[in-house]
C-alpha cells in the first residue's frame, strides 16, 4: 500500500497512465492519482521501474507534494480524453502532454 504523509493512511488510487519512458535505462513509468480518503489530501504518484540486465527489477515509488485539489480534479479529467491510459503506445494529446510533465 501507498501511505499518506500527512495522515500514514492507505491512499486510494483514482487513476493512472503509463508513460513512454523518456530515459533509455527506464523501463516503465507510471504516474498515479491519490487521493487520502481519510485527510482528504491529493497527491500525484510516479512509479519507475528500472530494466536491468540481471534477472531482478528494481522500482521507486515517488510521491509528489500535496497537490491542490482543484488542480488535481482537472488533471484526472484530462486523463479521461485519453482512449487507453494503461497503453504506453497510446499517441492521443494527453499522452504526449503527459509524457513532457515531471510529477514527483
Ligand atoms: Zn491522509
Ligand atoms: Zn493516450
Redesign the pocket.
Known sequence: MIE?P??Q?ELTICGSINLMPSESHYHEITVQWLK?E??G?HFYGEYIEYAHMSWDNDFIHQLSDEVDSKEWTRTLELLKECPNPNDRHCTCDIHKRFARYRFA
Open positions: 499518506c500527512k495522515c493512511k487520502s481519510h485527510c489530501s
